[in-house]
T-cell receptor, first 112, second 115 residues
Framework: AQSVTQLGSHVSVSEGALVLLRCNYSSSVPPYLFWYVQYPNQGLQLLLKYTSAATLVKGINGFEAEFKKSETSFHLTKPSAHMSDAAEYFC??????????FGSGTRLLVRP | DTAVSQTPKYLVTQMGNDKSIKCEQNLGHDTMYWYKQDSKKFLKIMFSYNNKELIINETVPNRFSPKSPDKAHLNLHINSLELGDSAVYFC??????????????FGEGSRLTVL
């Protein structure tokens, strides 16, 4: 069964610093992987997705993620954090019945 | 014009009551979902409907009954509410799963508090 694990329930960075949010997946088949963002009191919205094309995926708001099969990872990065990036971030994998299985989320805090 | 809209946004009720949450999407999608997000932010799928037909029914108590009058609407009715039902319930929609790229469009959530 497919699953994702997000390391770190909270990540705190200074404004302008690198953002790195970690996600490892478990899948017996080539996975479809996703990052979603949830701003306070809002629903989730798609940041980016990997569907077996290019391993480096660019998303909205300057975020990108790299699929590394050897490490079973799909970490999310952004070179320079902005205050508006403060939110909850969810990694997800699509299972064989097309359901999205979400990780437990990582709260990103951005310090001024 | 909100793509996926849920009502009500907040719901406070007593144990044992029955309540409903409504969801509508204007994206022309065929598939709609209900997700439950608990107090630890863990998000779990409950149900999925495609074109009014139930296609995913996770291990959810039968006190929860979804209803889809048409493909643009998916409502959630909960009988005999319990304290553990307190959560944020998200409605979402997507294209039909056969063409599903995994992009779900979420509503803003309905926060249910059971006292």
């Amino acid at each position: 069964a497919q699953s994702v694990t997000q390391l770190g329930s909270h990540v705190s960075v200074s404004e302008g610093a690198l953002v790195l949010l970690r996600c490892n997946y478990s899948s017996s088949v080539p996975p479809y992987l996703f990052w979603y963002v949830q701003y306070p009191n809002q629903g989730l919205q798609l940041l980016l997705k990997y569907t077996s094309a290019a391993t480096l995926v660019k998303g909205i708001n300057g975020f990108e993620a790299e699929f590394k099969k050897s490490e079973t990872s799909f970490h999310l990065t952004k070179p320079s954090a902005h205050m508006s990036d403060a939110a909850e971030y969810f990694c997800a994998v699509m299972d064989s019945s097309y359901k999205l299985i979400f990780g437990s989320g990582t709260r990103l805090l951005v310090r001024p | 014009d909100t793509a996926v809209s849920q009502t009500p946004k907040y719901l406070v009720t007593q144990m044992g009551n029955d309540k409903s949450i409504k969801c509508e999407q204007n994206l022309g999608h065929d598939t709609m979902y209900w997700y439950k997000q608990d107090s630890k932010k863990f998000l779990k799928i409950m149900f999925s409907y495609n074109n009014k037909e139930l296609i995913i029914n996770e291990t959810v108590p039968n006190r929860f009954s979804p209803k889809s009058p048409d493909k643009a609407h998916l409502n959630l009715h909960i009988n005999s509410l319990e304290l553990g039902d307190s959560a944020v319930y998200f409605c979402a929609s997507s294209q039909w799963q056969g063409a599903n790229t995994g992009e779900l469009f979420f509503g803003e959530g309905s926060r249910l508090t059971v006292l």
